[in-house]
Nanobody, 119 residues
Framework: QVQLVESGGGLVQAGGSLRLSCAAS????????MGWFRQAPGKEREFVAR????????DYADSVKGRFTISRDNAKSTAYLQMNSLKPEDTAVYYC????????????WGQGTQVTVSS
């Protein structure tokens, strides 16, 4: 099993940056695809980014492409989401998830961290 804890959220102005972290505990972190999702008020949860177990393959939602970067450090059992040029539309609760396959089926989810971007 894997337990995931997100951190790094907060309130920033449009154009600013944040880096979210997803710390994992449990076995075999390096074998999991890691993903980031978000859920804005009144909307369904949506895919943001994912990264393969090796770090060699990534995928991004069109809405964040070129602004967000997903990465991972398997030695630290941590995944990251670097968010630059933030927009008010990025305001959401951001969730980290872990899955096995590519494309992954996500088996584990964190509790989420709030990101609020003001105009």
């Amino acid at each position: 099993q894997v337990q995931l804890v997100e951190s790094g959220g907060g309130l920033v102005q449009a154009g600013g940056s944040l880096r979210l972290s997803c710390a994992a505990s449990g076995r075999t972190f390096s074998r999991y695809t890691m993903g980031w999702f978000r859920q804005a008020p009144g909307k369904e949860r949506e895919f943001v980014a994912r990264i393969s177990w090796s770090g060699g393959s990534t995928d991004y939602a069109d809405s964040v492409k070129g602004r967000f970067t997903i990465s991972r450090d398997n030695a630290k059992s941590t995944a990251y989401l670097q968010m630059n040029s933030l927009k008010p539309e990025d305001t959401a609760v951001y969730y980290c998830a872990a899955g096995i396959t590519w494309p992954p089926k996500y088996n584990y989810w964190g509790q989420g961290t709030q990101v609020t971007v003001s105009s």
